[in-house]
C-alpha cells in the first residue's frame, strides 16, 4: 500500500501567485480530508469530502481557498491568489467507510514570500 | 463541539522512565479517541484509538492508553521511554457536530525523551 500521496513537498511562491496542491488518497477510503497546520494555529481541517462530495468546508479561510475531488483517486487544494499568511504545511488525509483512523500523506510545505 | 485538551506543550523524561502524554476531551455521547505521533518534517502517524471495550488500550510501538470516563481523560502512556520516542503527540477526538464525522485535534505535546 502505498499511502497517501500528496504533491509537491515543497513550495516556494511569491504573493499573488495561484498554488495548487495535490492528493492521491489510499485506494478503497471513501473520505478524504484537508488539514493546515501552523506553530500559530496548530492543525487546522480545511475541508473534508465523502465520497467525492464536499461536506464540510467550513474551515475554509476565505474565498481565496478552493478545493475539489473530481473522482476518488484525486483532490486538489487550490489557492488564489497566495498570500505570505498562507504559509503552513498542508496535510492530506484519507479514511476508510468505518469511522475509524485517518491516514495521513508526509503533506505540502508551502512558503508565500 | 467536541473538543481535546492537551494541558502540557512540553514534556520531559530520561530514557528508560515511564512516561505520560496528557489529554482531557469533552463530547456529547461516546466518545471515540485517537493519538496521533508526528516526528520531525513528516505526516501524522496513528498510535491507537478508543473505541469502545477496555479502557486500556494498547498501540503501536509500545505506547497504551487509559480511558477515564470519569475524569473524561485519555492519558497516553509507556512503561519505558526511548531517545527515539522524541516526537509530536497529538490527541484527537472524532467530531460529530452537524451529522458530520472529522477528527478534532488537540493543540500537541512535544515529548523529549534525554539519556
Known amino acids: 500500500d502505498a499511502g497517501v500521496i500528496q504533491s509537491p513537498r515543497h513550495e516556494v511562491t511569491e504573493m499573488g501567485q495561484e498554488v495548487t496542491l495535490r492528493c492521491k488518497p489510499i485506494s478503497g477510503h471513501n473520505s478524504l480530508f484537508w488539514y493546515r497546520q501552523t506553530m500559530m494555529r496548530g492543525l487546522e481541517l480545511l475541508i473534508y469530502f465523502n465520497n467525492n462530495v464536499p461536506i464540510d468546508d467550513s474551515g475554509m479561510p476565505e474565498d481565496r481557498f478552493s478545493a475539489k475531488m473530481p473522482n476518488a483517486s484525486f483532490s486538489t487544494l487550490k489557492i488564489q491568489p497566495s498570500e505570505p499568511r498562507d504559509s503552513a504545511v498542508y496535510f492530506c488525509?484519507?479514511?476508510?467507510?468505518?469511522?475509524?483512523?485517518?491516514?495521513f500523506g508526509e503533506g505540502s510545505r508551502l512558503t508565500v514570500l | 463541539a467536541q473538543s481535546v485538551a492537551q494541558p502540557e506543550d512540553q514534556v520531559n523524561v530520561a530514557e528508560g522512565n515511564p512516561l505520560t502524554v496528557k489529554c482531557t476531551y469533552s463530547?456529547?455521547?461516546?466518545?471515540?479517541l485517537f493519538w496521533y505521533v508526528q516526528y520531525p518534517n513528516r505526516g501524522l502517524q496513528f498510535l491507537l484509538k478508543?473505541?469502545?471495550?477496555?479502557?486500556l488500550v494498547k498501540g503501536s510501538y509500545g505506547f497504551e492508553a487509559e480511558f477515564n470516563k470519569s475524569q473524561t481523560s485519555f492519558h497516553l502512556k509507556k512503561p519505558s521511554a526511548l531517545v527515539s520516542d522524541s516526537a509530536l503527540y497529538f490527541c484527537?477526538?472524532?467530531?460529530?457536530?452537524?451529522?458530520?464525522?472529522?477528527?478534532?485535534f488537540g493543540t500537541g505535546t512535544q515529548l523529549k525523551v534525554e539519556l
Open positions: 484527537a477526538v472524532r467530531d460529530v457536530t452537524g451529522g458530520g464525522n472529522k477528527l478534532t
Open positions: 488525509a484519507s479514511r476508510p467507510t468505518r469511522p475509524g483512523e485517518l491516514f
Open positions: 463530547v456529547s455521547g461516546n466518545p471515540y
Open positions: 478508543y473505541i469502545t471495550g477496555d479502557n
